[in-house]
T-cell receptor, first 119, second 112 residues
Framework: NAGVTQTPKFQVLKTGQSMTLQCAQD?????MSWYRQDPGMGLRLIHY???????DQGEVPNGYNVSRSTTEDFPLRLLSAAPSQTSVYFC??????????????????FGPGTRLTVT | GDSVTQMEGPVTLSEEAFLTINCTYT??????LFWYVQYPGEGLQLLLK?????DKGSNKGFEATYRKETTSFHLEKGSVQVSDSAVYFC???????????FGKGTRLHILP
């Protein structure tokens, strides 16, 4: 049971480049989310998904796209990288409230993070 | 909306000292409460949780009690070790939320 995996672990991009951060989980969790962590800012929610085919914006969605075609995978796409997107990115997953309460989220399991630098 | 406030750090203690990290929350209804820990270079790990009033979560010598009357979930440990040096996040998940609300984190340094 690998839990939540993220690739790559480190990435350096030039301004304007695009890339996709990969996230996968093998716990059959309905709920998945992406956060960015910056010094002194704590965790900020970028996008989240309560199930396959459903995505929602979080606190800081601009410049990022997501899709959820399967339960296991939740990739994060940077459309045109900017220096302000230099950060550590964490993917997380959890059970939700099921069909009766799909938007209730329980404790989250985090991946090891991707450290992204945009120059 | 729902929110979490935790004490700012860094907190520096000597080994074997008593630890308290304060956390208070604002939420409608009865949220679930969590403490997460982040060791250097790693992702967050769930440390403990409590899902209803007066519940006590505990793990690795850490404890926190869900206090509805004071809307608090303070983290305590009787005798800290150097290996407890990390960032600690208080968080909540409300019955009407579709996301977990995190505090800003408290960095803890333990000196040998």
């Amino acid at each position: 049971n690998a839990g939540v995996t993220q690739t790559p672990k480190f990435q350096v991009l030039k301004t304007g480049q695009s890339m996709t951060l990969q996230c996968a989980q093998d716990m059959n969790h309905e709920y998945m989310s992406w956060y960015r962590q910056d010094p002194g800012m704590g965790l900020r929610l970028i996008h989240y998904s309560v199930g396959a085919g459903i995505t929602d914006q979080g606190e800081v969605p601009n410049g990022y796209n997501v899709s959820r075609s399967t339960t296991e995978d939740f990739p994060l796409r940077l459309l045109s990288a900017a220096p302000s997107q230099t950060s550590v990115y964490f993917c997380a997953s959890s059970y939700s409230g099921g069909t009766s309460h799909p938007r209730v989220v329980y404790e989250q399991y985090f991946g090891p993070g991707t450290r992204l630098t945009v120059t | 909306g729902d929110s979490v406030t935790q004490m700012e750090g860094p907190v520096t203690l000597s080994e074997e000292a008593f630890l308290t990290i304060n956390c208070t929350y604002t939420a409608t209804g009865y949220p679930s409460l969590f403490w997460y820990v982040q060791y250097p270079g790693e992702g967050l790990q769930l440390l403990l949780k409590a899902t209803k009033a007066d519940d006590k979560g505990s793990n690795k010598g850490f404890e926190a009690t869900y206090r509805k009357e004071t809307t608090s979930f303070h983290l305590e440990k009787g005798s800290v070790q150097v290996s407890d040096s990390a960032v600690y996040f208080c968080a909540l998940s409300g019955p009407r939320d579709d996301k977990i609300i995190f505090g800003k984190g408290t960095r803890l340094h333990i000196l040998p």
